[in-house]
C-alpha cells in the first residue's frame, strides 16, 4: 500500500505571494491532518478534514486554509505569505481519527522557503 | 535530511544501554497522550500511545510512563540501537470534535553510538 505523499517537496516564494500544498492520503484513509514544523516553534497543528469536512483547527490565522475532496486528497493554501510561513508543511492520514492515533501515518513533508 | 530543531535537549546513550526520554505536559484536560519519533528528512512516526485512565503502556521495546498527578510523560526505550537515533516527540491530546487535537513537545534528539 503506498504511503502518504505529498507534492510539492521543496517550494521557494516571495512575501505576498500564496501557496497551495497537496496532500494524498493512504488509500481507503478519509482522514486527513495538516501540521507545521519549524524551528523556533516545534510542530504544530494547522488542521483536520474527515469526509471532506474540516473537524478541528489549530491556532492559525485565516490566512491558513484547506480543503479536501471526495477522494479524501487535501490541499492547504497559505495567502499572502509571511517571512515567518518558511516551515515544513506535513500532512498526515488515518481511517478514523476519533479512535486513536495508531493508524496515523505522516508524509514526508514539504518544505516552503518564503523569501 | 530535514532540520527539525535547533537546541533540542539531546540524550547520548551507547548502544544496548536503556534511554528514558521525559515530556511535561500543559493541560489537566488533556486525556490522550503519543509518543513520536522522527528521522532525518522524514515525517513522524507514531511509537506508542497511552490514555489517561492508564499509568503505564508497554511495547515492543519501549514503555511509556504516565503520570498525571505531575503531568509528566516518560518514553523508556531498551536495550537502545543505532536505529533508534532520532528526534522524539511527545503530544498530549483533548477529544474534541469526534477527534482529537494534539499540542506536541518540543523534541528530544537521541543519539545512540555504537
Known amino acids: 500500500k503506498a504511503g502518504v505523499t505529498q507534492t510539492p517537496r521543496y517550494l521557494i516564494k516571495t512575501r505576498g505571494q500564496q501557496v497551495t500544498l497537496s496532500c494524498s492520503p493512504i488509500?481507503?484513509?478519509?482522514?486527513v491532518s495538516w501540521y507545521q514544523q519549524t524551528p523556533g516553534q516545534g510542530l504544530q497543528f494547522l488542521f483536520e478534514y474527515f469526509s471532506e469536512t474540516q473537524r478541528n483547527k489549530g491556532n492559525f490565522p485565516g490566512r491558513f486554509s484547506g480543503r479536501q475532496f471526495s477522494n479524501s486528497r487535501s490541499e492547504m493554501n497559505v495567502s499572502t505569505l509571511e517571512l515567518g510561513d518558511s516551515a515544513l508543511y506535513l500532512c498526515?492520514?488515518?481511517?478514523?481519527?476519533?479512535?486513536?492515533?495508531?493508524?496515523?501515518?505522516f508524509g514526508p513533508g514539504t518544505r516552503l522557503t518564503v523569501t | 535530511g530535514e532540520s527539525v530543531g535547533l537546541h533540542l535537549p539531546t540524550l547520548s546513550v551507547q548502544e544496548g544501554d536503556n534511554s528514558i526520554i521525559n515530556c511535561a505536559y500543559s493541560n489537566s484536560a488533556s486525556d490522550y497522550f503519543i509518543w513520536y519519533k522522527q528521522e532525518s528528512g522524514k515525517g513522524p512516526q507514531f511509537i506508542i500511545d497511552i490514555r489517561s485512565n492508564m499509568d503505564k503502556r508497554q511495547g515492543q521495546r519501549v514503555t511509556v510512563l504516565l503520570n498525571k498527578t505531575v503531568k509528566h510523560l516518560s518514553l523508556q526505550i531498551a536495550a537502545t540501537q543505532p536505529g533508534d537515533s532520532a528526534v522524539y516527540f511527545c503530544a498530549e491530546n483533548i477529544r474534541t470534535g469526534g477527534s482529537y487535537i494534539p499540542t506536541f513537545g518540543r523534541g528530544t534528539s537521541l543519539i545512540v553510538h555504537p
Open positions: 498526515a492520514s488515518s481511517s478514523d481519527p476519533g479512535t486513536g492515533k495508531d493508524g496515523q501515518y
Open positions: 488509500s481507503g484513509h478519509r482522514s
